[in-house]
Nanobody, 122 residues
Framework: VQLQASGGGLVQAGGSLRLSCAVS????????MGWFRQAPGKEREFVAA????????YYADSVKGRFTISRDNAKNTVYLQMNSLKPEDTAVFYC????????????????WGQGTLVTVSS
């Protein structure tokens, strides 16, 4: 299973970006999908997760109300819409898949993408 994240870039504070993660080599519709991020000098942290059907989502408190996770099972792709970006959102963002489709709060991730860099300038 391969995950390819894209959509990162440089944006000013208050701006928006949409990340995409295309999944190949597996059965995407069976996976709970998540986004994580790792800021410079910090540990990787959870950002958001979405259930197999897309009906359930779960967010870190730090992004709730600003970020939206979604998926398109026909395109084998998960998205992260990021609005009202802040300099502290600067990080490498990773997508990940839980192949057993666990609930969004308790998913553990088996497959990881390579990351895409998001830089938010003040």
């Amino acid at each position: 299973v391969q995950l390819q994240a894209s959509g990162g870039g440089l944006v000013q504070a208050g701006g928006s970006l949409r990340l995409s993660c295309a999944v190949s080599g597996g059965t995407f519709s069976l996976y709970t999908m998540g986004w994580f991020r790792q800021a410079p000098g910090k540990e990787r942290e959870f950002v958001a997760a979405i259930s197999r059907s897309g009906s359930n989502t779960y967010y870190a408190d730090s992004v709730k109300g600003r970020f939206t996770i979604s998926r398109d099972n026909a395109k084998n792709t998960v998205y992260l819409q990021m609005n009202s970006l802040k300099p502290e959102d600067t990080a490498v963002f990773y997508c990940a898949a839980d192949r057993f489709g666990r609930s969004t709060r308790f998913a553990t991730y088996d497959y990881w993408g390579q990351g895409t860099l998001v830089t938010v300038s003040s």
